[in-house]
């Protein structure tokens, strides 16, 4: 619903925009009046509830997430990963993942999920794969994919900034602190892609 909020407020700022500014640039040359561009907005509320979840024919829902990386910045290479804690003090590291919604591709909703909670965006690459495994809180099964994401844009602000921590470490550091089992099989599965390469 924010997103069609958001999208009549650009329409209808366009339109005002050009209904009160165009008689003061109908006097200049075609190729030097200025034209409003507006950056695609960042959602700053997550979604919530399970309405438009994604369930397979077996009943699993349908869980997307991403391995944020970045190369290091003084330029020897090393890979860094985005770690986030859990929504619950104490429960540990993770990354980034969540419901895969009925109106949304599955790659959409891996961005999606990963600035709600981790504040981050980039280049999202080619699937790791498919994990099962049995959620912790709701004792049924879950399908979770996730992509590697090549991290171009740190927020300062995002959905979840008020309840979530954010820290880059090295694919070691994110092996041993990261807390669910198949979260670190992916990890290794982004470790192996990677050094291939």
């Known amino acids: 619903m924010t997103e069609l909020y958001m999208s ?9 925009v050009a209904s009160h500014l165009s008689p ?27 309405d438009l ?3 397979d024919t077996a009943g699993y829902r349908q869980v997307v997430g991403c391995v944020p ?9 090393e890979i860094e990963v985005l770690l986030i804690s859990a929504q619950k003090e104490g429960k540990g590291m993770l990354l980034p993942k969540g ?22 965006t980039g280049q999202l690459e080619e699937t790791l794969g498919k994990w099962q495994y049995k ?22 602000q995002w959905p979840e900034s008020e309840f979530r921590q954010r820290r880059w470490v090295s694919l070691s550091e994110a092996i ?22």
């Open 176 to 197: 041993e602190l990261c807390q669910n089992c198949w979260m670190r099989e992916a990890l290794e599965a982004f470790i192996s892609r990677k050094c291939q390469r």
């Open 24 to 50: 003061t640039f109908d006097n200049l040359p075609p190729n030097i009046a200025p034209t409003p561009t507006i950056e695609k907005a960042i959602s700053q509320v997550s979604r919530t509830g399970r």
């Open 135 to 156: 959620s912790k809180r709701h004792s049924m099964i879950h399908d979770g994919y996730m992509f590697p994401l090549l991290v171009d844009q740190e927020l300062e």
């Open 53 to 55: 979840q994604r369930y």
């Open 69 to 77: 990386y970045r190369c290091k910045k003084d330029g020897c290479g």
């Open 8 to 16: 009549l407020f650009i329409s209808n700022y366009s339109n005002v």
């Open 99 to 120: 419901g895969w919604e009925i109106d949304e591709s599955m790659e959409e909703a891996a961005l999606r999920e990963t600035i709600e909670e981790a504040g981050v």
